[in-house]
Nanobody, 115 residues
């Protein structure tokens, strides 16, 4: 059974930094892309960042220049370094692995940025 477990969320002041991690356990193969989504209260879930198996990255405009996604293939782990955090970054952050055999989601980790 595949499980994704996020960590690293918390409360931070505006302008601060956090690093999220998402580690996969279980038999998971052919990971095409690793993604971070977020969902703020009353809003739809949005794709924040993606990193492909080849290392290409993509970001939503609102986090470009502030967030960096990276991955460790050997550890089946994806990271999201978040700098210069803003109040509008407050949300539950989810990792999602897109594989040949389906998509897997983590349970989410809360990020709260105080202004």
């Amino acid at each position: 059974q595949v499980q994704l477990v996020e960590s690293g969320g918390g409360l931070v002041q505006a302008g601060g930094s956090l690093r999220l991690s998402c580690a996969a356990s279980g038999r998971i193969f052919s990971i095409n892309a690793m993604n971070w989504y977020r969902q703020a209260p009353g809003k739809q879930r949005e794709l924040v960042a993606t990193i492909t198996s080849g290392g290409s990255t993509n970001y939503v405009d609102s986090v470009k220049g502030r967030f960096t996604i990276s991955r460790d293939n050997a550890k089946k782990t994806v990271y999201l370094q978040m700098n210069s955090l803003k109040a509008e970054d407050t949300a539950v952050y989810y990792c999602m692995y897109s594989t040949r055999y389906g998509d897997y989601w983590g349970q989410g980790t809360q990020v709260t940025v105080s202004s």
